[in-house]
């Protein structure tokens, strides 16, 4: 039944939220507001907060407002973080925060680590934490011994790289900060490799558009390689800005930096500098580069003045090598000889801290107050950074979840009973994000009586509407017409009588089919020997209840009649099948492996049938049945839903052996599709239970398609997904049991892609961009999977970054396409394809009209030409048709005529408007005129197309060496290298031959 707005606002406002969460968990009043522990995640003490007069619940923990944390901007104040701002996560990607809230507590707790002294991470008591609990180190990591003394660390041990042995072991918990003890590990996470990439630091209106007279080459972005890494280290060490100019400041025993500093700014910069010395003076050297675009740059990323230094985020997505050569400058410029360094800049020092990490160095921090000297000089607070340790208790690296730690052991837990002022981040996906010093958790959840309701009890919205107003007393309205509603709630009463009359008939046939597996006869015993074969034990077939029906035509059927079940009603329940010209019904499942479909509450509802011998079908399904409508429902639900709730995402397949097979080998939060287009019944089911899917259908053509059609519906239900495509056109059951369960593994963690990347992917496998109609295909078959989107961020982002990956570049282009997208209901392919078509038409170029004008009336130049000619010469031109109709015509033996050039180009509209006017052209040579000056210009004309389609494919190339360099594909890499070169070689010879002749 559908209610209308007004009573769902009503119901909301009436319904006792209090009374309801009460049902799951114990509440108590304090103040305006009931407290009680979350039920959405493990906790002891109250952070879940529940205000009836606003009829909201909300999960709190919170930080200090004035504690650092990491965003795409570097480290802010968490109080100074907005809506939309990334964060680093657990894994070190960054993620949005998709809401904000400050208020006060009246408690803090601040966590030292033995690495971080004197400088305290401040956040509330019910904060969740991400850690690793002293006693799980000492059981899992062999290089960590608890003597009677007490705790050893064996660094022969870590060295030794034992990793096998502990392998997957070690383990995160989340838990309240109020819940960690001293000895306890917090966890700093090292960026993975294949998300690290040299990109040039770059922001909008950093540079004057004015131009800039001295040194006049614009710096409009700052190049990263080791040698600027360096000169930017050297920098935050020695370096000023004035008007106009950056400076970098020497002492006595760093003169030779000056020479290097020069030499990088020409070599990187284009820019020229000077050298200054002073005698004797302590300042001794002095490098001038007057350059105002430069000095904004390095303002903009590095901050300005000895305080407010700072490292931009970007850094820690550095390659180790350039991180390490940017440390190294900072280090020659600051550091003592033991290498030991001081900054008066807090974001600086945290940066320098967190950068090293990224390099594995083992680093800590102190800091040290403002305080007076004997002299009575006044010393500014100050950070000190110790590098060069060794790994100890106090800190080590360790690999959890294929994500690498600096593990830094607390040392001490300081509570604060003061009123401060406080904020709650949540963040997308992850819920996590990087403080200065480790890694925290925010459990997220919140919302209002129907969104608890729907999360807690698993219930799709109408039934959380009835669930509230059953619960608070508050009666349903009834329809305007109350006949058709008893009318239609009378049929709806039978069906569901006659349903669960069919399932009882299931249930009869089920236990027949199981029983009959077990008996001792050749037939049972065969489909005994192929389950085996299968490798399905004993307990799979028990837990999904596999059963065989025997080669009878009236097993069933006579079985069925003696439980007394109506003739009718058997012939309705699709266990038998009917054949009207003979008048005679039979069992329908003969001879086969049975595997019962059953629904969300356990019963049988269906089945589907495998046959042993050879014969057709292969595979035999029930029809639908007043119990059964396909695409209601999903296969091995019942079975996996209180793990797909557990572990808050569900693997998708196809078959029921596939989902089987991940089964028996301990993945039991998969259910299966049944074979059929994966439909929006069952994706809201799905929903009940978890919002996160990975998509592993089969990797043929047909099962690549229908991965798209479940994204569609997927992100129409605002699902968080991932596709898993196994190579060769494997299905799950084929792969796990030709590749073993660890490949399986493998595949999920090294080839499972984002929705995004995998329907990009797809588009341009059999596509080439730089052809204007395949490019417009490739569009039209993206766009409408994004318009499916319905959350508005996730789908402007999404958008973005399929026109970056399409070479979308046109303003207006995107400008429509993005109207078209951002409406959220399926868009018109037809509209898109004609914004497409404006936009990517090829122009015509003089070379391609040119050479057509000397072909068309010439046929002893088109014997010439023609063979000259490759696909690739002119397949991305404005009139590729043309040249196409050319060399049909040839191969047909056909005359040149208007009616067989329309002919062959067919519906390219710009060639039908080009043909006209190009037969009303001249012939360029007279019947007996010398070939020679046509065949030349001819020729030159060829080149010159040939010279643009090597051009281009050295801009694609260009392209992809950015990808194969981000995910770490040397051999690709290499290889494309070699094409770039080999092309630039044919490209300069076929220039000078254009200019030679």
Same mark, same amino acid.
């Given at each position: 039944?559908?209610?209308?707005?007004?009573?769902?606002?009503?119901?909301?406002?009436?319904?006792?939220?209090?009374?309801?969460?009460?049902?799951?968990?114990?509440?108590?009043?304090?103040?305006?507001?009931?407290?009680?522990?979350?039920?959405?995640?493990?906790?002891?003490?109250?952070?879940?907060?529940?205000?009836?007069? !606003?009829?909201?619940?909300?999960? *709190? =923990?919170?930080?200090?407002?004035?504690?650092?944390?990491?965003?795409?901007?570097?480290?802010?104040?968490?109080?100074?973080?907005?809506?939309?701002?990334?964060?680093?996560?657990?894994?070190?990607?960054?993620?949005?925060?998709?809401?904000?809230?400050?208020?006060?507590?009246?408690?803090?707790?601040?966590?030292?680590?033995?690495?971080?002294?004197?400088?305290?991470?401040?956040?509330?008591?019910?904060?969740?934490?991400?850690?690793?609990?002293?006693?799980?180190?000492?059981?899992?990591?062999?290089?960590?011994?608890?003597?009677?003394?007490?705790?050893?660390?064996?660094?022969?041990?870590?060295?030794?790289?034992?990793?096998?042995?502990?392998?997957?072991?070690?383990?995160?918990?989340?838990?309240?900060?109020?819940?960690?003890?001293?000895?306890?590990?917090?966890?700093?996470?090292?960026?993975?490799?294949?998300?690290?990439?040299?990109?040039?630091?770059?922001?909008?209106?950093?540079?004057?558009?004015?131009?800039?007279?001295?040194?006049?080459?614009?710096?409009?972005?700052?190049?990263?390689?080791?040698?600027?890494?360096?000169?930017?280290?050297?920098?935050?060490?020695?370096?000023?800005?004035?008007?106009?100019?950056?400076?970098?400041?020497? =002492?006595?025993?760093?003169?030779?930096?000056?020479?290097?500093?020069?030499?990088?700014?020409?070599?990187?910069?284009? @820019?020229?500098?000077?050298?200054?010395?002073?005698?004797?003076?302590?300042?001794?050297?002095?490098?001038?580069?007057?350059?105002?675009?430069?000095?904004?740059?390095?303002?903009?990323?590095?901050?300005?003045?000895?305080?407010?230094?700072?490292?931009?985020?970007?850094?820690?997505?550095?390659?180790?090598?350039?991180?390490?050569?940017?440390?190294?400058?900072?280090?020659?410029?600051?550091?003592?000889?033991?290498?030991?360094?001081?900054?008066?800049?807090?974001?600086?020092?945290?940066?320098?801290?967190?950068?090293?990490?990224?390099?594995?160095?083992?680093?800590?921090?102190?800091?040290?107050?403002?305080?007076?000297?004997?002299?009575?000089?006044?010393?500014?607070?100050?950070?000190?950074?110790?590098?060069?340790?060794?790994?100890?208790?106090?800190?080590?690296?360790?690999?959890?979840?294929?994500?690498?730690?600096?593990?830094?052991?607390?040392?001490?837990?300081?509570?604060?009973?003061?009123?401060?002022?406080?904020?709650?981040?949540?963040?997308?996906?992850?819920?996590?994000?990087?403080?200065?010093?480790?890694?925290?958790?925010?459990?997220?959840?919140?919302?209002?009586?129907?969104?608890?309701?729907?999360?807690?009890?698993?219930?799709?919205?109408?039934?959380?509407? !009835?669930?509230?107003?059953?619960?608070?007393?508050?009666?349903?309205?009834?329809?305007?017409?109350?006949?058709?509603?008893?009318?239609?709630?009378?049929?709806?009463?039978?069906?569901?009588?006659?349903?669960?009359?069919?399932?009882?008939?299931?249930?009869?046939?089920?236990?027949?089919?199981?029983?009959?597996?077990?008996?001792?006869?050749?037939?049972?015993?065969?489909?005994?020997?192929?389950?085996?074969?299968?490798?399905?034990?004993?307990?799979?077939?028990?837990?999904?209840?596999?059963?065989?029906?025997?080669?009878?035509?009236?097993?069933?059927?006579?079985?069925?009649?003696?439980?007394?079940?109506?003739?009718?009603?058997?012939?309705?329940?699709?266990?038998?099948?009917?054949?009207?010209?003979?008048?005679?019904?039979?069992?329908? *499942?003969?001879?086969?492996?049975?595997?019962?479909?059953?629904?969300?509450?356990? /019963?049988?509802?269906?089945?589907?049938?495998?046959?042993?011998?050879?014969?057709?079908?292969?595979?035999?399904?029930?029809?639908?049945?007043?119990?059964?409508?396909?695409?209601?429902?999903?296969?091995?639900?019942?079975?996996?839903? +209180?793990? %797909?709730?557990?572990?808050?995402?569900?693997?998708?397949?196809?078959?029921?052996?596939?989902?089987?097979? @991940?089964?028996?080998?301990?993945?039991?939060?998969?259910?299966?599709?049944?074979?059929?287009?994966?439909?929006?019944?069952?994706?809201?089911?799905?929903?009940?239970?978890?919002?996160?899917?990975?998509?592993?259908?089969?990797?043929?053509?047909?099962?690549?398609?229908?991965?798209?059609?479940?994204?569609?519906?997927?992100?129409?239900?605002?699902?968080?997904?991932?596709?898993?495509?196994?190579?060769?056109?494997?299905? #799950?059951?084929?792969?796990?049991?030709?590749?073993?369960?660890?490949?399986?593994?493998?595949?999920?963690?090294?080839?499972?892609?984002?929705?995004?990347?995998?329907?990009?992917?797809?588009?341009?496998?059999?596509?080439?961009?730089?052809? #204007?109609?395949?490019?417009?295909?490739?569009? +039209? +078959?993206?766009?409408?999977?994004?318009?499916?989107?319905?959350?508005?961020?996730?789908?402007?982002?999404?958008?973005?970054?399929?026109?970056?990956?399409?070479?979308?570049?046109?303003?207006?282009?995107?400008?429509?396409?993005?109207?078209?997208?951002?409406?959220?209901?399926?868009?018109?392919?037809?509209?898109?394809?004609?914004?497409?078509?404006?936009?990517?038409?090829?122009?015509?170029?003089?070379?391609?009209?040119? @050479?057509?004008?000397? $072909? %068309?009336?010439?046929?002893?130049?088109?014997?010439?030409?023609?063979?000259?000619?490759?696909?690739?010469?002119?397949?991305?031109?404005?009139?590729?048709?043309?040249?196409?109709?050319?060399?049909?015509?040839?191969?047909?033996?056909?005359?040149?005529?208007?009616?067989? $050039?329309?002919?062959?180009?067919?519906?390219?509209?710009?060639?039908?408007?080009?043909?006209?006017?190009?037969?009303?052209?001249?012939?360029?040579?007279?019947?007996?005129?010398?070939?020679?000056?046509?065949?030349?210009?001819?020729?030159?004309?060829?080149?010159?197309?040939?010279?643009?389609?090597?051009?281009?494919?050295?801009?694609?190339?260009?392209?992809?060496?950015?990808?194969?360099?981000?995910?770490?594909?040397?051999?690709?890499? /290499?290889?494309?290298?070699?094409?770039?070169?080999?092309?630039?070689?044919?490209?300069?010879?076929?220039?000078?031959?254009?200019?030679?002749?």
């Amino acid at each position: 039944m559908l209610y209308d707005q007004y009573f769902i606002d009503d119901l909301k406002n009436r319904a006792d939220l209090v009374r309801i969460v009460e049902m799951h968990v114990p509440l108590k009043k304090k103040g305006a507001n009931w407290w009680g522990n979350c039920p959405f995640h493990g906790e002891k003490t109250a952070s879940f907060s529940v205000n009836p007069a !606003k009829g909201f619940f909300k999960c *709190f =923990g919170c930080l200090e407002e004035n504690e650092l944390i990491w965003t795409d901007k570097g480290l802010k104040p968490i109080g100074k973080v907005c809506y939309c701002d990334k964060v680093i996560d657990l894994n070190g990607n960054l993620r949005s925060i998709i809401n904000l809230i400050h208020k006060t507590s009246d408690v803090l707790l601040g966590v030292s680590t033995a690495l971080f002294r004197y400088d305290k991470l401040w956040l509330t008591p019910d904060h969740t934490c991400l850690f690793v609990r002293q006693e799980e180190a000492i059981a899992n990591l062999p290089y960590l011994c608890q003597t009677k003394e007490r705790l050893k660390f064996y660094s022969a041990r870590k060295r030794a790289k034992r990793s096998i042995i502990y392998k997957d072991k070690l383990k995160l918990t989340e838990g309240r900060a109020d819940e960690m003890k001293i000895g306890d590990y917090l966890a700093f996470p090292v960026i993975p490799e294949i998300s690290r990439k040299n990109n040039p630091l770059k922001a909008k209106g950093i540079i004057n558009p004015k131009k800039n007279r001295v040194n006049g080459y614009r710096i409009e972005e700052l190049p990263v390689n080791e040698k600027t890494a360096r000169l930017y280290g050297l920098w935050l060490a020695e370096g000023s800005v004035g008007r106009g100019f950056v400076r970098w400041t020497l =002492g006595a025993n760093e003169l030779h930096y000056g020479d290097e500093i020069v030499s990088i700014l020409k070599s990187e910069f284009n @820019l020229t500098a000077s050298v200054s010395h002073h005698g004797t003076h302590k300042n001794i050297c002095e490098v001038n580069c007057s350059k105002t675009d430069l000095a904004n740059q390095l303002i903009h990323f590095f901050g300005k003045g000895a305080s407010n230094k700072k490292i931009p985020a970007e850094c820690l997505y550095w390659t180790t090598e350039v991180q390490k050569a940017l440390l190294k400058g900072y280090r020659d410029g600051d550091a003592n000889k033991t290498g030991i360094s001081r900054s008066t800049s807090r974001e600086l020092s945290y940066g320098l801290f967190a950068l090293a990490i990224q390099t594995k160095e083992f680093i800590s921090l102190l800091r040290n107050d403002e305080y007076i000297d004997k002299n009575g000089q006044i010393h500014r607070q100050f950070w000190t950074q110790y590098p060069r340790m060794r790994e100890s208790l106090r800190g080590f690296y360790e690999k959890i979840n294929d994500t690498e730690y600096y593990l830094t052991q607390i040392s001490d837990i300081q509570e604060k009973k003061e009123t401060a002022r406080v904020v709650d981040i949540t963040v997308e996906e992850t819920s996590s994000f990087t403080t200065k010093l480790a890694t925290v958790h925010n459990c997220g959840k919140g919302g209002n009586v129907y969104s608890f309701l729907m999360e807690l009890e698993g219930l799709n919205f109408p039934e959380a509407i !009835k669930r509230a107003a059953e619960i608070s007393g508050v009666p349903l309205p009834e329809p305007i017409d109350d006949k058709n509603y008893e009318r239609n709630k009378k049929r709806k009463q039978e069906q569901k009588a006659v349903a669960d009359q069919v399932i009882e008939l299931n249930k009869y046939a089920l236990d027949f089919w199981e029983h009959h597996l077990t008996e001792n006869n050749p037939h049972s015993k065969a489909a005994r020997e192929y389950l085996e074969r299968r490798e399905i034990s004993a307990e799979t077939i028990k837990k999904f209840r596999i059963g065989y029906a025997p080669d009878s035509w009236d097993a069933l059927m006579s079985l069925l009649k003696e439980k007394g079940a109506d003739e009718k009603l058997i012939e309705m329940s699709g266990l038998v099948s009917v054949n009207e010209e003979k008048k005679r019904v039979y069992d329908r *499942f003969r001879g086969r492996v049975m595997f019962p479909v059953l629904n969300v509450d356990g /019963n049988p509802i269906a089945f589907g049938a495998r046959i042993l011998d050879q014969g057709e079908p292969k595979y035999l399904n029930s029809p639908e049945t007043p119990a059964y409508i396909k695409g209601d429902h999903l296969y091995g639900l019942f079975q996996s839903k +209180e793990n %797909i709730r557990k572990q808050k995402y569900a693997i998708l397949v196809e078959g029921y052996l596939d989902l089987i097979a @991940l089964y028996q080998f301990g993945i039991t939060n998969c259910v299966a599709s049944l074979g059929t287009a994966f439909t929006e019944q069952q994706s809201r089911l799905l929903g009940r239970f978890a919002k996160k899917v990975v998509v592993n259908y089969d990797g043929d053509k047909a099962g690549v398609k229908a991965a798209r059609r479940a994204i569609e519906t997927l992100l129409a239900d605002d699902f968080e997904i991932k596709i898993l495509v196994l190579p060769n056109g494997q299905d #799950p059951d084929d792969f796990i049991r030709a590749n073993g369960f660890d490949a399986y593994k493998k595949q999920h963690k090294d080839n499972a892609t984002t929705y995004l990347q995998f329907v990009l992917e797809t588009a341009v496998s059999t596509r080439n961009l730089s052809v #204007p109609k395949q490019k417009a295909e490739a569009i +039209e +078959e993206v766009l409408p999977i994004i318009s499916t989107v319905s959350n508005p961020i996730q789908k402007r982002d999404s958008f973005d970054q399929a026109m970056t990956f399409l070479r979308v570049d046109d303003a207006i282009l995107k400008r429509d396409l993005w109207q078209s997208v951002k409406i959220g209901s399926k868009i018109e392919t037809q509209t898109v394809k004609q914004q497409v078509a404006r936009a990517t038409q090829a122009k015509m170029t003089v070379a391609e009209q040119r @050479l057509l004008e000397l $072909l %068309i009336y010439d046929n002893e130049l088109r014997e010439i030409i023609l063979p000259q000619l490759e696909e690739t010469d002119y397949e991305r031109l404005a009139t590729a048709s043309v040249f196409r109709a050319l060399f049909e015509i040839k191969t047909k033996g056909l005359e040149i005529s208007l009616d067989n $050039l329309l002919e062959s180009v067919g519906e390219d509209e710009m060639a039908q408007d080009f043909i006209p006017v190009l037969l009303m052209s001249e012939s360029l040579r007279d019947g007996g005129e010398a070939i020679d000056e046509v065949l030349h210009d001819a020729e030159n004309c060829v080149a010159t197309l040939r010279t643009m389609a090597i051009s281009n494919r050295i801009l694609e190339i260009s392209q992809e060496l950015i990808h194969a360099e981000q995910t770490g594909n040397t051999e690709l890499l /290499n290889q494309l290298v070699m094409e770039q070169i080999e092309l630039a070689r044919m490209k300069r010879e076929l220039q000078g031959r254009i200019t030679v002749n």
